[in-house]
């Protein structure tokens, strides 16, 4: 132990003073001879995945003087970033499908995502019924997981919460929020052992993960209605402005505009291209 | 009789109209440049794809952070102009250049960027070069969003110096001759922001970095050395890294005075401010060096480490580092050592037990 704390220590004084004599870490670039002629390589493999994923997006700091304003800088976006969502530490489907999941229908795939930002994926992609179903939803915080009072009567901006929708199912009797700590623990597990499993054990393993996802998820008007919507907002703490906004003329006639035409796709999924066909008045 | 009701009428559309004007100046103020309610679905932080090439879309727009930045009074529509309707196809890429609804007070014309298109063709950083043809490589130059993301007011006051922002002394002085705080705000802000940067010396470099700084560019351009990680390593870039706003920046230099940073030269050109024959001018400017001797455009002000290029700096360097490592690293492994011994006075590697 006591040669490996003086190695760590050398290392570290001999990094801040002679390794700049031999490091690659001047400010010296491997000039083209004949700039002029050479032709940019493609970026490939592990240099592409730096470029494209890893430096396409930093949190930088502008200095305005009298604010100093933090933004997540994204290459080529114009408007400034002044918000990040914390991570959602609890949700085991974005391990796999990610935080910005929906892709498929054009029209939809934003929208689909803004909701996913403050909606955990079970809220719409499980139909609860029967014995099940319970019409009882709560927020949990995207960094605990935990349970919490709800963040909209805070005054937060709309869609800035960092807290999710959950449903809650009834199992046994009992009341549990529908993603309990085993399917989290299954799943985690599936990802861990993934490499290992014959192809039939990774079959079996997807569709107990998946076991509970209905095939028709609930579209926008199961909430954005003037009855009967599937979330009771006002138990989520939403005030009547809000509720009136959600299911007002401006809300529902835009979903109008966009799903009138598209319909037929929407309720079967993976139907049919994926992209939707022209619209016709 | 019917006078009477009539009279009656008659005052209650004149409060109607009182009432509707006042709540569409409020509106008008709150939402100046959301008419078309644009952020009804933009306002989600959410709002987002990935699209086909595997690059992540963001489609939120921070109403806060918008109204206070230099565009705040510019439409959705005057940049996204292909946009009519609600709900609306994929936005096209945005053109800078194009005229929006603004119109610029002294020709009263639309506004537009166009004039900046040809600065920029003219510049180090144009397409074409002097016969017209395009440059080698042309698709790595800037365009408007390698540099600008929308710019953010930073108004400065001279109020006393205790703080940058807003002064309420200046604005006090404003409602003297003009009675419209959105038309005062905006206007103050405009000016002050306008008599420095939109960006300190810190930021400024940021964003140069992230061409001049980018080993693949530097080389296929015949650049040789990394300018900012140099502008970092001096007295200059060091004091801009701690925030300091009295610290020539990358445009001090390279703008000649007078000019905008669109209009930036070559070195090797003689109209250029870093021009061999130029830079001492820019350096006894009377804001930094004003008596200085003519051996301070000797000065390298991007000071490479490498024994070829500036042997001088090199080996300078090279000998405070020795001196450094030399001293501190036998010093400090004493310490350490002796540090060891008082925490753990019976420690042996040598004893056999």
Redesign the interface.
């Known amino acids: 132990m006591?040669?490996g704390?003086?190695v760590v220590?050398?290392v570290m004084?001999?990094n801040?003073?002679?390794a700049?004599?031999y490091k690659g870490d001047?400010?010296?670039?491997?000039?083209?001879k004949d700039?002029?002629r050479?032709q940019?390589k493609p970026v490939e493999g592990k240099a592409a995945f730096q470029k494209?994923i890893l430096d396409?997006?930093k949190t930088?700091k502008?200095?305005?003087?009298?604010?100093v304003?933090e933004q997540k800088?994204?290459l080529?976006?114009?408007?400034?970033?002044?918000?990040q969502?914390k991570p959602d530490t609890r949700n085991y489907c974005i391990s796999c499908h990610g935080d910005?999941p929906?892709?498929k229908f054009?029209?939809l795939?934003?929208?689909g995502?803004?909701?996913?930002?403050?909606i955990a994926c079970q809220t719409c992609h499980i139909r609860l019924e029967g014995d099940q179903a319970t019409h009882i939803f709560k927020w949990y915080d995207r960094a605990t997981g935990q349970i919490v009072p709800s963040p909209v009567k805070d005054g937060a901006?709309?869609?800035?919460y960092n807290a999710k929708i959950i449903p809650f199912e009834r199992v046994d009797g009992a009341l549990q929020r529908i993603d309990s700590q085993a399917r989290i623990d299954f799943a985690a597990e599936y990802r861990k052992q993934e490499q290992s499993l014959s192809e039939v054990q990774k079959s079996k393993a997807k569709k107990i993960i998946h076991q509970q996802v209905s095939k028709q998820p609930y579209m926008c008007e199961s909430c954005h209605v003037q009855q009967g919507s599937l979330l009771p907002f006002e138990e989520l703490g939403y005030s009547k402005q809000r509720i009136d906004a959600f299911v007002g003329t401006?809300?529902i006639g835009?979903i109008k505009?966009?799903t009138q035409f598209y319909l037929p796709h929407i309720l079967e999924p993976g139907i049919g291209s994926h992209e939707p066909e022209k619209k016709v008045q | 009789m019917a006078m009477r009701v009539k009279n009656r009428t008659l005052k209650r559309l004149g409060a109607f109209a009182i009432w509707l004007a006042l709540v569409l100046v409020a509106h008008s103020q709150a939402y100046a440049s959301d008419v078309g309610n644009c952020l009804l679905c933009h306002k989600y932080p959410g709002l987002s794809r990935i699209d086909e090439n595997g690059k992540y879309r963001l489609l939120y727009v921070s109403e806060e952070t918008f109204n206070r930045s230099i565009h705040a009074k510019v439409q959705c529509e005057g940049c996204h102009t292909d946009i009519k309707k609600i709900p609306h196809d994929p936005a096209k890429k945005v053109d800078c250049l194009t005229q929006c609804h603004i119109i610029e007070p002294t020709s009263e014309q639309k506004f537009s960027h166009k004039g900046v298109e040809e600065f920029l063709e003219h510049s180090v950083h144009g397409r074409y070069d002097k016969n017209g043809n395009l440059k080698k490589f042309a698709e790595d130059l800037p365009t408007c969003k390698d540099c600008h993301d929308n710019p953010m007011f930073r108004p400065l006051s001279f109020f006393k110096r205790v703080r940058p922002g807003i002064s309420d002394a200046a604005l006090g002085r404003c409602r003297v001759c003009h009675s419209k705080d959105e038309f005062i705000y905006r206007f103050y802000n405009h000016v002050t922001t306008r008599l420095h940067t939109t960006r300190n010396p810190k930021n400024i470099a940021e964003v140069c970095a992230r061409c001049h700084d980018n080993s693949e560019l530097i080389a296929r351009h015949g650049l040789s050395f990394k300018a900012v990680a140099t502008y970092t390593e001096t007295f200059h870039g060091k004091s801009a890294e701690y925030l300091s706003e009295r610290v020539p920046d990358c445009l001090n230099c390279h703008v000649k005075k007078g000019q905008s940073p669109h209009q930036m030269l070559s070195y090797k050109d003689p109209q250029s401010s870093t021009y061999k024959d130029n830079k001492l001018a820019v350096c006894l400017t009377e804001e930094c060096h004003p008596s200085a001797g003519a051996k301070l455009a000797d000065y390298n002000p991007h000071p490479n480490f490498d024994r070829k290029q500036n042997p001088r700096q090199f080996y300078f360097t090279a000998f405070f580092i020795l001196l450094t490592g030399g001293t501190l690293l036998p010093l400090m492994l004493v310490m350490f050592l002796d540090l060891l011994r008082t925490m753990f006075p019976h420690a042996s590697l040598l004893r056999k037990k």
């Open positions: 006591l040669l704390l003086t220590w050398t004084i001999w801040l003073t002679f700049h004599l001047s400010h010296e670039v491997q000039t083209a700039p002029g050479e940019p494209q396409s997006e930088v502008l200095y305005l003087g009298y604010q304003l800088q994204l080529g976006h114009f408007h400034i970033v002044d918000i969502l910005i929906h892709d054009k029209d795939r934003a929208f995502n803004m909701h996913a930002s403050f901006l709309p869609g800035t401006e809300v835009m505009n966009y």
